[in-house]
């Protein structure tokens, strides 16, 4: 199984980022849910994170997709974070902080987690 794409197309602002199956994977979920969500209720969305994860990795196993959703979902949240830096991160480097703002996911005062573009193709992957 080959991923879909390892490259998120910004063409109002002529650029592209690239991201690893699991980031992609989880900006993809935040991508479908424009209400957001907390971090917590990352294992409410298993089935979903499954499907999206099977299509972006390249990993064959089920045993070791399921192992990394484990980590992404588990209770210290710390991989959940770190992926969600490197989303930001990545956009920040390319669109610079300002721009950067309408794209990665953030939390809001309420603990919520999502992202400002809207719809699943509001952020075309290639």
Known sequence: MTPLSEKVLLPDEGAE???????????????????????????L??????????????YVDEGLREKKLKSLCGESKRVFYATASRIKKGFVKVLGAGRAKSYYIARDIRGVYKTKARGPYAVPFR
Do not use: I, V
Request: with cysteine; glycine share 2%.
């Open 17 to 43: 980022l690239r991201m690893n199956p699991m980031e992609r994977t989880l900006y993809r979920l935040f991508l479908q849910h424009p209400e957001g969500m907390m971090a917590d209720d990352l294992p």
């Open 45 to 58: 969305h298993w089935q979903e994170l499954e499907t999206l994860y099977a299509r972006e990795s390249c």
